[in-house]
């Protein structure tokens, strides 16, 4: 019995790092979502905007920034982000996207280059120079031509890179 | 007087600090948001000459965003011609966008549009008015570059009376078709730095506004310059001014004001 337990206690401590932690590109939560657009200056057009993103369903809060025409934007609890969702609102608004960066939470990720990265609803793979492994608020930058995913109608994959 | 004017608009405007898109006379390339509604209040208060009364004119405005690159317009016109306010008619405007280069604080943009009106006052001068005098129809093509806070537009377009309503036909001597063209700048000057949006805008606006009467040597060229109030980021008050430079054609009214007020609704519908 003494031999049964100790030989628990030393599986139970040789497995608790792989508890701990979440498997490589098992991902994190959104926190929230940076969107920079382009093609305005004006305080008016900014407005239009800031209001084309409220009425998304999925948006709680949108914080703006006027002079870097930048909209820092908040979800409802549960709710799903769906990015083309946000793209079009500020397409809506008469305007277009220049950047988009999604704010997420990691616990202890392993991550590689070309491997799917999933966040919340969202894949993403990453390039650029990477660590083996990301934790804790991660900043991913979407790449490409006009921020689109590839897959075509099967899973949306978005390029990105993070940022240091 | 007349030819230093221009000179010394265009000092001041480069003088200037900062000038948006949001033109008083003309439309710019841009549209209003999708699923939007303004409301415009029109009041045009122009010069007969001396024997005339003041010439009001009130055109009430509707605009809808109908989607990202079509936007368009339901207008009345009233005049005093009476010497009371009466209806002379109503306008259709739309216009849609076609082609867009958006950077960073930054874009050109052209759109297509055109005009419909309809108006049933006495014709009384040769130039074709589709804004408050004239029946008939126009069509034409505006792009606008906008650079930080300074934004340049031009426009150009074919412009078709026929007779008015009422009986009032176009008159038999007078030519009914014309170009119409434009050049207009503008610059936002206040605030210097954006902080939120209830801080008031100030814009200031220069536009050359000019019509050839088609088949003859008839045409005129105004000067129109504006200053243009945002408050809250919703509601603007314009303050224009039009004034002729050069004409050789009849004009009941050339010389005058247009203050306009309008609000809009964004994402309302």
Known sequence: MKQL?????????????????????TGGRIE????QASGLTCSMCSRAIYKSLLKVSSVKKVEEDIKNSTYTIFFKDQAKVVLDDLKRAVKNAGFSVAAIEVNARFDHTEIAAGAPLHVDDLTFTLTGPLPPAIEGRQRLILLGKDLQPSGGDGEKIYHATLKQ | MKRLLPIAFLALFHQAAA??????????ASNMPAKSIGIRMNNWLLNQGHDHPLSYRFLPEVMWGANKNLMLHAEGFLSNRNGYLTGDGFGLYGKYRFYTADQ???????AAFGRVSLNASPIRQEEIDLTCQNSGYAIGWVATQLLHRQAFSTSISFVQATDNGGGNKFPAAATDKAIDV????????????????????????LEVLGQHIIGSDKMYIDLAPAVQFIINSQTRIDLGYKYELYSN??????????????????NIL
Do not use: D
């Open chain 1, 5 to 25: 337990l100790m030989l628990l206690s030393i599986l139970l401590i040789t497995i608790h790092p792989l508890v701990a932690s979440i498997p490589a590109g």
């Open chain 1, 32 to 35: 929230s979502v940076s969107l």
């Open chain 2, 19 to 28: 000038a948006q898109e949001l033109f008083v006379f003309t439309e710019p």
């Open chain 2, 104 to 110: 960073v604080n930054r874009h050109f943009r052209m």
């Open chain 2, 182 to 205: 434009s050049l207009s700048t503008g610059r936002l000057i206040l605030p210097k730095e954006y902080r939120n949006y209830r801080q008031v805008n100030v814009n200031f606006l």
């Open chain 2, 249 to 266: 054609m009849s004009r009941t009214a050339p010389n005058g004001f247009l203050i306009r007020i309008e609000h809009n609704l964004f």
